[in-house]
């Protein structure tokens, strides 16, 4: 399995950002994919889950009505989508094959990448 996430660097407040994760290794279409984020001192978050089929979707809090996940099962990549950034939103993004259990939760299933750098600065 690998995921290579690209897209990242420096924006300005209220600027916009897409970043992409290319996977390959097994049957992309089949899985829920994520995004989790890592700001510097701070724990690893979720921010955005989108189902096998693109149809159903989720957000942290932190990201609704901002971010927008979606995939291209034809390309087997998945896209996030950053509008109107905040300097909060700085951190490495990673993306994530997942896992939904039985408690509603999600387990991410791979080891972790190298991530891609976003920095929300003037």
């Known amino acids: 399995v690998q995921l290579v996430e690209s897209g990242g660097g420096l924006v300005q407040p209220g600027g916009s950002l897409r970043v992409s994760c290319a996977a390959s290794g097994f049957t992309f279409s089949s899985y829920i994919m994520g995004w989790y984020r890592q700001a510097p001192g701070k724990e690893r978050e979720l921010v955005a889950v989108v189902s096998s089929a693109g149809n159903s979707i989720k957000y942290a809090d932190s990201v609704k009505g901002r971010f927008t996940i979606s995939r291209d099962n034809a390309k087997n990549t998945v896209y996030l989508q950053m509008n109107s950034l905040k300097p909060e939103d700085t951190a490495v993004y990673y993306c994530?094959?997942?896992?939904?259990?039985?408690?509603?939760?999600?387990?991410?299933?791979?080891?972790w990448g190298q991530g891609t750098l976003v920095t929300v600065s003037s």
């Open positions: 994530q094959r997942l896992r939904r259990e039985f408690y509603g939760d999600f387990t991410a299933l791979d080891a």
